[in-house]
Every structure is written in C-alpha cells, then in structure tokens.
C-alpha cells in the first residue's frame, strides 16, 4: 500500500469512526426518516425501499420515450428518472419522490455525475471509489452538490444503498451496476452507466446545474403547482411527467392521479407525456407495461374523467401478460 492509500485509508477508519458514535448518540431521540415520511404523506413509507429499480425492462417504454418534445423531464424514482431524462434528452431533469431517501439517491448521483470526468470515471466514482476519494473531488463541484460529496454520510449510504445492494427484491442494483451481454437483458438500451451519448446528456445537465431533487407527495396540490411554477420559472416546458405505478391502488390509486394529472396539465404542453406503468400479469415482477396519455388528451378534462382513463387502461393491462407501450389508447382515452 503506497502512503497516499495508506493515508486515505486511516482517513476513512476514524471518519467512520466519528459517523457511527455520532448515529448511536443520535438512535434513540431522532425521529426515524419513515415517521416523517408518514406525517408528510398519509402513508407507511420504508424509507428506501423503491432506491433500487426494481422495473428491469423499461426498453418497453421506448416507443412512447421516443415521443417525448425533449422539455423537462419531472420523475419519480431513482434510476427511472435518470434512464427517462437521458433516453428523451430532456432538457432538464426534476427528480420528485415522496421517500427522502429516493430524493437523497438522486441528489448524490447528481454530485457524482457533476464531479465525474468521463463515462469510466463515473463508474469509479460510483462503484468503488473510497469516501476520500469523494471529498477530494468534491473540489470539483460547487454549492450542493460540494457538501453531498465532502459528507461521509454521503459517502456510506451511497456504499450500502447501491453498491452492496445487490441481493434484495428484483436482485436491487445487481443488474444495473452491471454491462448485459445481450440485447434483452435487464436494461438493455436505457443504462446510461454503459452508453456513452446516454451518460454525458446527464452529466452536462448534473454540470449545467439542471437536475434537481425535491420531496413531493403528488396528492398536495399547492406543492404539485409549486412544481410546476419552478419549471415556468426556468423558462422550462414540461415534456414528460413520469409517476410510474403511482395510480395503481397499491399506491396512491387512480383518483390522486386524476387530481395531478389535472393540475399538471394546466401548465404542460399538447405534446408533453404523462407517462405510467402497470406489471404485466406474470410471475416475474422486473415486467412492466407502460402506458401514457399526451397534454392533448387531457388538457381541460375534470380530475373524474382523467381517474376513467386510468381506470381503464390498468383494468386492461393487469389482465395482459405481454409487456406494451401504449400512448393515448383509444379504449382508455375515448371512455
């Protein structure tokens, strides 16, 4: 071991140290991060639990992704909203989600993407870069994404959150951390871990200071418009809003959508994409069919109407064990 490891080494131990006599202290009068969650939103929230993406073909989704006007790309979710802003090369990328830690995933993906020197450097840099190592490149960034890099904790969630993660459900980072062989396989076409055109559209966006990362439960109107007014006030259109099985009743269910669906639509375009998903009825849960309705279709109809169109479309993709990609279906839209 030269000195320079040797010393980022010792670095690291009593770092670590300090970090975990400081969570001890704090275990026991700190609220925990799910009971804030719960106060926020109204819903039991295991904090962390959607950090790894667990929707491993989202290839489907190509066909409606391939529509997209290239405006800002609003998302739930981790991994999805950067594979989402880097396949439709938005112009922006706004990460909402109502688990902090999702937020926080996306904030240190935005430090590392920034701090990064090229594609293979990212992946060092996320991999298997030591806490040191961040710091030191922190030096790189500014503002934000200066103190994600330069905090430990940064640094330790980071390594237990996507790095070891790997064994838990739908395999977590294990298939994305990783180049596939073939053409089908877990996000074949969409990782911008192994794309170069994919991964340097979301590092000039991470370098451009255009991804942002917020705490939002879509069913709050005022903070849903807040959103919206934050876009306008970049001078930024909406090209995609992406809230994945958010709809689905094991979630937030049809009427919230019917509700942000209507209130995002007063600010979005004709061509802008509100985009969604549903398992494909099958034993594996990694397959998803996407489905999506355009500005146009729901632009001046009332929340009720818009919660008929996604009553529709998921009664008939839950039945299907095909995976689809389905924009503005008529059996949906026309009802």
């Known amino acids: 071991m030269n000195l320079r490891a040797a ?18 202290r704090s275990q026991t009068d700190a609220p925990k991060t799910g009971e804030i969650a719960w106060k926020a939103t109204g819903r039991p929230v295991r904090p962390g639990v959607y950090v790894p993406p667990n929707e491993q073909h989202p290839a489907v989704a190509l066909p409606i992704w391939r529509q997209s006007n290239h405006a800002a790309y609003i998302s739930v ?81 980071w390594d237990q959150a996507v790095r070891k993660n790997t064994s838990g459900w739908s395999g977590a980072f294990e298939h994305f951390n990783r180049p596939g062989a073939h053409s089908d396989d877990a996000f074949a076409q969409t ?82 994409i ?12 990694t397959y998803w069919s996407y489905y999506a309705f355009t500005g146009r279709a729901v632009k001046g109809k009332d929340a009720a109407t818009i919660t008929h169109m996604f009553d529709a479309e998921i009664a008939k993709l839950k039945i299907d064990s095909e995976t689809r990609a389905i924009l503005d279906d008529r059996d949906a839209v026309g009802k």
């Not at 980022?8 to 006599?21: D, H, P, Q, R, S």
């Not at 594979?83 to 989600?97: E, K, N, Q, R």
């Not at 903070?223 to 937030?252: F, H, M």
């Open 274 to 285: 509100f985009l969604s998903t549903e398992r494909a009825n099958r034993p594996a849960v």
């Open 77 to 157: 979710g981790t991994e999805r909203a950067f594979m989402g802003a880097a396949v439709t090369s938005a112009s922006a990328l706004v990460v909402t989600d109502y688990d902090p830690e999702v937020v926080r995933f996306a904030q240190i993906n935005r430090a590392l993407l920034a701090a990064s020197r090229s594609r293979e450097d990212y992946l060092t840099l996320r991999l298997s870069a030591p806490a040191p190592v961040w710091r030191e490149r922190a030096a790189a960034v500014q503002g934000e994404d200066r103190k994600t890099l330069t905090a430990l904790e940064s640094w330790t969630f």
């Open 191 to 272: 990782n911008y871990l192994f794309d170069d055109k994919l991964f340097e559209h979301l590092r000039q966006l991470a370098k451009d200071d255009l991804i942002t990362a917020r705490t939002l439960d879509l069913r709050d109107e005022k903070a849903v418009r807040g959103v919206c007014a934050d876009v306008r006030a970049k001078g930024l259109k909406l090209g995609v809003v992406d809230t994945s099985n958010v709809p689905d009743a094991s979630e937030a269910g049809t009427a919230a959508a019917g509700n942000y669906v209507k209130w995002f639509s007063e600010c979005a375009e004709d061509s802008t």
């Open 7 to 24: 010393r980022y080494a010792l670095v690291f131990l009593l770092e670590g140290a300090i970090l975990l006599g400081q969570l001890a």
